[in-house]
């Protein structure tokens, strides 16, 4: 079966994800599992269909060094707009966003005696109904699960490249410091609350000079990173280094913690990312001249255009 410790690695190697070699599906009628679940996890109550599924033409999982591969993996998935398509866009290009494990396990299930239709990942769980039908369950996660995601790396992705940009028009929109200064709020999308005030978080507040937005800012990105990273974790390791030396490692335990944990590197400056002026696409700088500002290739693009209007205004 489709069981998490299968996929999670063994103590000496870095991180890679699966997906379904067949890509994967919204299934509307996948439905939650109950009461209780597979691992000793936390069921959930509600049932939200639908679920990512992997389709049924799968026959294993590909896994790749998605994070090596994608330094700004968690920039584009912030870009991502958390529709049905979107979503299973970015599913079968990266996989699903957790093993499952704490989420969800829809039930399906097909006639007793018939072939399942899954080729991988299925547990029969019970025969309960007498309705000449097996039940089997597949880890899965609804789509209000990835939309939530989705809405989470967005916001905060938003707001730390205003903080980046230090582009104080758009943080007002999101900070507000009320009336007495005795404290600050914040207001993302519709959701919102106090961020630190005299008596909430003081210690923080403190920090804070009246009107300031910027440090409120930060703040607010530090702990909307930081409560992620509780939430989908990254654990350290020692990995036995080329040379036989003992390194560190931080080991996400999916990709969904990877991304937060890119978030983090970018966030404390291990990283760095910048868009470029022309394509407007993020681009990896860490390694590049603190000046950089556009791709080499946007760049010549660019040279390339202008040259061919002026030979053409010479023409006319
Ligand atoms: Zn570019």
Redesign the pocket.
């Known amino acids: 079966m489709h069981h998490p410790d299968q996929y999670l690695d063994f103590e000496q190697s870095a991180f890679t994800w699966f997906r379904a070699d067949r890509g994967y599906y919204f299934d509307d009628k996948a439905r939650l599992e109950d009461p209780k679940p597979l691992m000793n996890q936390t069921p959930q109550k509600k049932s939200e269909p639908p679920y990512l599924l992997e389709t049924l033409e799968t026959t294993g999982f590909i896994r790749s060094r998605v994070i090596e591969q994608e330094l700004a993996l968690f920039l584009k998935f912030a870009e991502v707009q958390p529709t049905k398509e979107n979503t299973l866009a970015f599913a079968n290009e990266y996989g699903m966003l957790t093993p499952g494990k704490s989420l969800c396990t829809p039930k399906y299930s097909y006639l007793k005696g018939k072939k399942a239709p899954w080729k991988h990942g299925i547990a029969i769980l019970s025969e309960k109904k007498d309705d000449k039908r097996d039940y089997g369950a597949v880890y899965s996660e609804s789509l209000n699960f990835w939309k939530k995601e989705l809405h989470d790396m967005a916001l905060t992705v938003k707001v730390w490249e205003w903080v980046k940009n230090q582009d104080i028009s758009a943080l007002t929109e999101v900070i507000h410091w009320n009336k007495d200064g005795t404290g600050v709020n914040c207001k993302l999308d519709k959701a919102g609350g106090w961020l630190a005030s005299n008596d909430y978080h003081q210690e923080v507040f403190a920090r804070f000079r009246q009107g300031d937005i910027l440090l409120p800012a930060k703040y607010l990105v530090q702990s909307r990173v930081n409560k992620k990273l509780r939430q989908h974790t990254t654990r350290p390791r020692i990995l036995l280094g080329n040379n036989n030396r003992l390194e560190p490692y931080f080991m996400p335990e999916s990709l969904i913690a990877a991304m937060w944990f890119q978030f983090f590197q970018a966030a404390v400056g291990e990283t760095k990312f910048k868009r ?1 002026l ?2 407007g ?1 993020w ?1 990896d700088v860490t390694q590049k001249n603190r000046n950089w500002s ?2 080499p ?2 760049a010549n693009r660019e040279r390339v255009r202008k040259n061919w209007e002026k030979n053409r205004k010479k023409q006319a």
């Open positions: 470029c022309i394509c696409q681009a556009k791709h290739e946007c």
